[in-house]
T-cell receptor, first 113, second 118 residues
Framework: DAKTTQPTSMDCAEGRAANLPCNHS???????VYWYRQIHSQGPQYIIH???NNETNEMASLIITEDRKSSTLILPHATLRDTAVYYC??????????????FGKGTKLSVKP | AAGVIQSPRHLIKEKRETATLKCYPIPRHDTVYWYQQGPGQDPQFLIS???????DKGSIPDRFSAQQFSDYHSELNMSSLELGDSALYFC?????????????????FGPGTRLTVL
């Protein structure tokens, strides 16, 4: 699985958009980009994933560059409850794949009032 | 909606004792994963099971073993406990059937078991 690079920490004002970048320059054509987050000492929580198209769900949007070497997770209106460590994980998502998640260092997002 | 259940939530053991952690996956999920998260560390994959068979193996010590039962629940058995085994242990579950149809490998995590070895 490709290696990812994320900033160690970021701050965001409550109510503003939080944009979390991730570099994955060695990503392969069959690798998906997944985002999980972990609120302090809770189990990690799935947020969103994508292959090459931008994706949106009720939690966030995922913007993947055309060359797929980087992506940005967007939380459109951050709240204090979004304070967490956000993990960008790149792994093969072929149909039937059930592999484990490899967590890197992640970005600690602090949402401030 | 039903979530992943882990028991116990907290466990305190002495060095060289044994511990058993239990995980009950979301109904109709056929795959279970175990992760270990030490203090200030990121989660590390230990082992996974699909349909009661070991699927993947990560950095699981030889002192640890795990299995998945016919009702799909899983147990992580830890022997000769060491101080360094103190950590949060997360179980996650997913559905291989769902992955086959959508390509999505979403894992649902339980609340974790906090193991303290004294």
């Amino acid at each position: 699985d490709a290696k990812t690079t994320q900033p160690t920490s970021m701050d965001c004002a409550e109510g503003r958009a939080a944009n979390l970048p991730c570099n994955h320059s060695t990503i392969s054509g069959n690798e998906y980009v997944y985002w999980y987050r972990q609120i302090h000492s809770q189990g990690p929580q799935y947020i969103i994933h994508g292959l090459k198209n931008n994706e949106t769900n009720e939690m966030a949007s995922l913007i993947i560059t055309e060359d797929r070497k980087s992506s940005t997770l967007i939380l459109p209106h951050a709240t204090l409850r979004d304070t967490a460590v956000y993990y960008c994980i790149v792994r093969v998502g072929r149909l039937g794949s059930q592999g484990n998640l490899i967590f890197g260092k992640g970005t600690k997002l602090s949402v401030k009032p | 909606a039903a979530g992943v259940i882990q028991s116990p939530r907290h466990l305190i053991k002495e060095k060289r004792e044994t511990a058993t952690l239990k995980c009950y996956p979301i109904p109709r999920h056929d795959t279970v994963y175990w992760y270990q998260q030490g203090p200030g560390q990121d989660p590390q994959f230990l082992i996974s099971f699909y349909e009661k068979m070991q699927s993947d193996k990560g950095s699981i010590p030889d002192r640890f073993s795990a299995q998945q039962f016919s009702d799909y629940h899983s147990e992580l058995n830890m022997s000769s406990l060491e101080l360094g085994d103190s950590a949060l242990y997360f179980c996650a579950s997913s559905s291989r059937t769902r992955t086959r149809t959508s390509g999505q490998n979403e894992q649902f995590f339980g609340p974790g078991t906090r193991l303290t070895v004294l």
